[in-house]
């Protein structure tokens, strides 16, 4: 099983599945996101990126994001540093867009804390499911500051503007069940459940033709960017792509024979 240890990020990937693991590991500092942390995560994600590029069909199926130890996902931006940053160089963008813009799809697992810069993480990912007791919020206007890798857009998008500004505004922590009904989680589980529950998701997303499930992300995440002309242009694109892969074939053949389709990711 491919696997590394960064400085501050752990990795593997399971070739039976392509379900990858991505672990931030400071768990000391409720893994907040120091620059060596961010340049990790973004470094695990090129390399899952590399082994898929080099692979025959696809390696990865799906990315789960997790923190290390019992406490946290991740308490935000590492507030030590903010000091020694200058004005205008301090970004947390490319390490909050780096699961949007991942090839296949990103679960955020969330126990424990999740905030400031660890929930904009989490809210870049496709999917996430947290513990009934984690803890959701935007820290920074307690620090007189404001979420500055995303944030406030795509809660914004996900919760409305409203929920978006309640939240931010009074830096208050919501629980995982509170969380799962506004929509910011897709399901809040008893923390014992959580592993199993991320697991069985993974594998469900694992077990369905790759090249559909990377379209679907695709154009998903252009429904937010575009108008709804150009994104019905797009799909359609995408579709007669997809049409012509060899996956694609081999779904129809399967149905018509009334047997499981062999996905090839090709
Ligand atoms: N940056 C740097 N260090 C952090 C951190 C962060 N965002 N969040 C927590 N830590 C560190 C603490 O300083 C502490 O370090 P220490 O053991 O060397 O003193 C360690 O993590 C454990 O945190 P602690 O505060 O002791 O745990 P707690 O359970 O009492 O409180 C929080 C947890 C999350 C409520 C509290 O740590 C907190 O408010 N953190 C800041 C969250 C924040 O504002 N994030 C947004 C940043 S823009």
Known sequence: MPSESLATVEWDLDEDTGIATIMLNRPDVLNALSSQLREDVITAFKTLERLDDESDGVAVSVVVLEGAGEKAFCAGADITEFSEVQTGSFNMSPVTSIAEEFVAPVIAKIDGYCLGGGLEVALSCDFRFASEDALFGFSEVNLGLIP?????????????PSRAKRLSMTGEKIDGNKAAEDGIVNEAVPEE????????????LSGQPPLSIRSLKDVVNRSQEVSLAEGRRYERRVFDILQETEDADEGTTAFAEDREPEWQGK
């Open 148 to 160: 500055g890798g995303g944030g406030t857009q795509r809660l914004a998008e996900l919760v409305g």
């Open 193 to 204: 459940e959580l592993d199993e529950t991320v697991q069985e998701f993974a594998q469900e």
